[in-house]
């Protein structure tokens, strides 16, 4: 089946400077990668995903990359604020198992001011 | 539009009790899923539901029941509670069962298995 491995487990920032977090995955069918927000006490929220036929989608601060050849995708977040401290999460599908994902551990992002 | 509910907010049961986790969603989503998330792991499915009717086994399934009688409701049995079910449950619902499709998370059920 599906492993996907994220890190780093923990990050902390200044307010204003860029968070990086990678995942890879193990099945090269995979096809779909969507990243997920969740603050304290609440469920996921998708924040931007990308399908396997781009290299790079981008929303405002948050941008994601995928490197098929290599089975590694990235959210990038620019520009960080203390709002966007929270834990996220990625994950991945492939078609032939619908909506069923396979998830990273999660990654804890603290935004200092 | 309330999107996705889950009922219980949070339960705390004793070992060997039945337990019904509540989900129900407003947005005429076909398919449907509960997923458990350990503290410092991410989320792992249970079972899931493409279309009401139908129900499948995630990853994780032994130990709990699902049913799919409407498009609405997806309600996740815990036969008979044990401790290792302590956990924080997740459900989820997407407009359609494709693999590239958005899924739609509820609050939450914090359930504490003693």
């Known amino acids: 089946g599906e492993n996907v491995e994220q890190h780093p487990s923990t990050l902390s920032v200044q307010e204003g400077d860029s968070a990086v977090i990678k995942c890879t995955y193990s099945d090269s069918a995979s096809n779909y990668f969507p990243w997920y927000k969740q603050e304290l006490g609440k469920g996921p929220q998708l924040i931007i995903d990308i399908r396997s036929n781009v290299g790079e989608k981008k929303d405002q601060r948050i941008a994601v990359t995928l490197n098929k050849t290599a089975k590694h995708f990235s959210l990038h977040i620019t520009e960080t604020q203390p709002e966007d401290s929270a834990v996220y999460f990625c994950a991945a599908r492939r078609s032939t198992n619908a909506g069923k994902s396979t998830f990273g551990d999660g990654t804890t992002l603290t935004v200092k001011p | 539009i309330a999107g996705i509910t889950q009922a219980p907010t949070s339960q705390i049961l004793a070992a060997g009790r039945r337990m019904t986790l509540r989900c129900t969603q407003d947005?005429?989503?076909?398919?449907m899923y509960w997923y458990r998330q350990d503290l410092g792991l991410g989320l792992r499915l249970i079972h899931y539901s493409n279309t009401a009717g139908t129900t499948g086994k995630g990853e994780v399934p032994d130990g709990y029941s699902v049913s799919r009688a409407n498009t609405d409701d997806f309600p996740l049995t815990l036969a008979s509670a044990v401790p290792s079910q302590t956990s924080v449950y997740f459900c989820?619902?997407?407009?359609?069962?494709?693999?590239?499709?958005?899924?739609?998370f509820g609050p939450g059920t914090r359930l504490l298995v003693l």
């Open positions: 989820a619902s997407s407009a359609l069962a494709g693999a590239q499709e958005t899924q739609y």
């Open positions: 947005m005429r989503h076909n398919a």
